[in-house]
């Protein structure tokens, strides 16, 4: 295991910010109104996003929660990390965000929900009382902040609401519905299961168009409700004085798909898995308006990147061994000679992904078959490698965006380029 080396006991800095990484389960970018999306789903992100740093290609590091989760947390990619399947645990001696933020004064609870799984432990978070802290999504998360609002916090939350089963309240249920539906609001059978069923089984449902046009009015209409859970977060905020030193970060564990390749949901709702870009590309907002100034940032990002842009906005040492980058050169002012070499390196970036089968529903014969993926902004290699042996995808994203056309035989030098970056990062991030 690759360790990263530093000391998380340093004296604590005076004027640091709270922080709070609100990570959101299976969210899709280009539905946020922000993103360009065509219904009104995101107004009160979006004006966060108008005051911050709006990432519009920032890519997860796997297809389901964990392994793109711990890479956040570490700065590492899932083979290195190795917490990449139901079950295992990040070696204790593998710094994270909150032990090296915890070293530098600050406190950093977490609500037990979101560690009570092995695949989570060793984060070095601080655990509160169940019982102290219990309510409904969202309301928990007030609790928490209540309490801590006169200490320097750290906090991560993780909201499920985009979440198979599509089944949002009244009026969300009906808000993007009510327009395509014809005055009926009467379930098919295939609705009713994606209202209910938190795993739909990849192929086990048909879906006609008219099912398709309802679930993702599902889907936006949940997004809505989480768009205004945010603006309910932040007036909370607003009123117990935090909102002038909070770092807040907005982003996802992974994408959803929403029929494009043929089924609705993620490799753990699915029992498959796909890293096309519904799946693998993630929103990421930047909001600390007392030190941050809007910027729209083109350049590919990925999870990898959150730890070292924390600490560097924090202007706190970076540890070695990290194997993302720091994304402060990209939205801060780039009239001096450091910053623009840094944006000239992040044009030539290269994302790389990997998920098993099944994501956290996997089994033992699911882990033996593994994507990945190397992406560039012109072209994505997808390999599938399992016991059906090996399988490679090449897309032409800039004339293939939603990657319908695989056009592997047609270009040999481009797939044998891409595939010596695949494996020697296949290579590389193994060294453990």
């Known amino acids: 295991m690759l360790l990263l080396v530093f000391n998380t006991k340093a004296e604590a800095k005076e004027g640091l910010p709270n922080i709070l990484l609100f990570t959101i389960d299976a969210c899709r970018p280009d539905h946020f109104s922000c993103y360009g999306y065509s219904r009104n789903t995101t107004p009160n992100i979006d004006k966060l996003a108008k005051e911050g740093a709006l990432f519009t290609n ?42 090296v933020l915890k070293g530098n004064g600050y406190t950093v609870p977490v609500l037990p929900k979101f560690v009570d799984i ?27 902040l209540e309490v801590y609002k006169d200490k320097r916090f750290f906090i991560w939350y993780h909201h499920h609401v985009l979440h198979l089963p599509y089944n949002p309240p009244n009026p969300y249920d009906e808000i993007f519905r009510k327009d395509i539906v014809n005055g009926t609001s009467t379930d098919s ?3 009713s299961i994606v209202k209910r069923q938190s795993i739909i089984k990849n192929g086990s449902v048909n879906f006609n ?12 209409g949940q997004l809505r409700q989480l768009d205004d859970y945010i603006g309910q977060l932040m007036k909370k905020m607003e009123e117990w004085g935090m909102l002038d030193n909070t770092l807040v970060f907005i982003t996802s564990d992974h994408g959803e798909e929403l029929f494009e390749h043929g089924f609705i949901g993620h490799a753990s709702t699915s029992l498959n898995a796909k890293l096309y870009d519904e799946i693998i590309h993630i929103p990421l907002i930047i909001w600390w308006p007392k030190k941050l100034k809007h910027k729209k940032v ?43 070499s840094s944006i000239v390196n992040f044009e030539q970036r290269t994302i790389f992904c990997e998920t098993i089968l099944g994501g956290f529903q996997s089994t033992k014969e699911l882990e033996q078959t593994k994507l990945r993926c190397v992406r560039t902004k012109e072209w994505k290699l997808i390999y599938t490698n ?28 481009i797939v044998k380029e891409l595939k010596e970056k695949l494996f020697r990062w296949i290579e590389a991030a193994n060294q453990k």
């Open 189 to 191: 059978a295939a609705i």
């Open 118 to 144: 092995s695949n989570y432990w060793h984060l070095g978070f601080d655990v509160v009382d169940k019982e102290q802290f219990q309510g409904a999504e969202g309301e928990d998360l007030l609790k928490l």
């Open 58 to 99: 920032a890519f997860s590091q796997s297809a389901w929660t964990t392994p793109g989760m711990i890479s956040i947390f570490t700065s590492l990619y899932p083979p290195t990390h190795d917490v990449d399947a139901k079950g295992k645990t990040l070696k204790d001696n593998v710094l994270t965000l909150p032990k």
């Open 386 to 413: 399992g016991l059906n042996g090996d399988k490679y995808e090449l897309y032409d994203l800039r004339n293939d965006p939603k990657e319908e056309k695989n056009v592997v035989e047609k270009n040999p030098e």
């Open 209 to 220: 168009d008219m099912d398709k046009k309802v679930a993702v009015a599902l889907y936006d």
């Open 298 to 340: 083109d350049e590919l990002v990925q999870q990898i990147d959150i730890m070292p842009t924390t600490l560097d906005l924090l202007d706190l040492p970076t540890p070695t061994g990290m194997q993302g980058r720091s994304l402060l050169p990209l939205i801060q002012d780039a009239s001096n000679d450091k910053t623009c």
